[in-house]
């Protein structure tokens, strides 16, 4: 007990300044994640007490066929964006890489639609870009191509949202950019000299150095992809349709919450996608041990 006094008589300050950190920290987060757990629990619609079902709500996801879809629509959006938008990212960096004129431009530019990628804004443009009228029919007309209304059509309506994903590369790209910058040039000196050519010095020394790179990317753009809302919620119109095509995990918690008011259901949701995000994070950490080389 004394020790703790002295360790806050030393320290009193500091905990004065960290306070406005950690009331936010307790109000705004653990706080409303442990009424969050509790209500995961209940059957709550903000108009009436909470009423304890144990683990109904749980249970009765397995039953919902409209909750399965929301998980399928969701998978598949983080298998395809995830991988295409790091890659395209990679490819970018290794081109301003090279010491281009002007690389600065190009760098925020590219930099850009990952600052307004998830805006309201841009949902709307896209809903424009994509529409039966919209830029890419009338591009494709003009090769003689028929053109489709891409987020009216449920083959092709997640693949816009997709393609959207992709086109915000420029957070990843400029953390790239940053790894790469850090590898020695004269690695590369000497897989010339050995006769290595630039796609052999990509695969030897560019890749191997830059792994731990690719793991924060990945890893940070999993959790984004998997909280993606505003650009399901625009183009379908809150509904997520076509046929629940572009119905995101999120955009049905969402539904299940502000539309439905099933409080209980949509917490458990909630708690459901915070575990399934950790375990996935945890297993890319496992993982990694295998091949993440860090750079001594």
């Known amino acids: 007990m004394h020790s703790l006094k002295n360790v806050w008589e ?21 706080v409303p994640m442990g009424a969050s757990l509790y209500l995961s629990f209940t059957r709550y619609d903000m108009f009436s007490s909470p009423e304890w079902i144990g683990l109904a709500n749980y249970t009765e996801m397995v039953k919902d066929t409209k909750y399965l879809n929301s998980v399928k629509v969701t998978m598949t959006y983080v298998l395809f964006s995830v991988p295409l938008q790091l890659m395209f990212a990679l490819a970018i960096a290794l081109l301003l ?8 431009i190009y760098r925020a530019a590219y930099y850009i639609p990952s600052l307004f990628g998830g805006s ?8 424009q870009l994509f529409g039966g009228d919209g ?5 494709l007309e003009s090769f003689g191509i028929q053109g489709v209304n891409w987020i009216s059509s449920p083959d092709t309506a997640l693949s816009t949202l997709i393609i959207l994903a992709v086109w915000q590369f420029g957070s ?3 953390i790239f950019l940053a790894g790469l910058k850090g590898i020695p040039v004269e690695l590369y000196e000497a897989a010339k000299i050995d006769g290595a050519g630039k796609i052999r010095q990509f695969f030897n020394v560019t890749l191997p150095l830059l792994t731990p790179i690719i793991l924060f990317n990945l890893v ?7 909280q993606a809302f505003t650009p399901a919620y625009i183009v379908s119109g809150g509904t997520g349709g076509p046929l629940d095509s572009t119905l995101f995990y999120t955009l049905y918690l969402y539904q299940k ?9 949509a917490s458990a949701m909630a708690w459901i996608l915070l575990i399934t995000v950790a375990f996935i994070t945890a297993l890319i950490f496992i ?3 295998k091949w993440v080389h860090y750079q001594e």
């Open 10 to 30: 030393r320290n009193w300050v500091a905990y004065l300044f960290l306070s406005p950190w950690l009331i936010g920290l307790l109000c705004l987060s653990v």
């Open 97 to 104: 890489n090279r010491g281009l004129r002007g690389v600065k």
């Open 120 to 127: 309201v804004a841009i949902a709307l443009l896209w809903r």
């Open 135 to 139: 830029i890419i029919n009338k591009a």
């Open 172 to 174: 990843p790209m400029i």
């Open 220 to 226: 940070m753009q999993i959790i984004h992809a998997f």
């Open 257 to 265: 919450a502000f539309t439905h008011f099933e409080m209980g259901y």
């Open 287 to 289: 993982t990694s041990k």
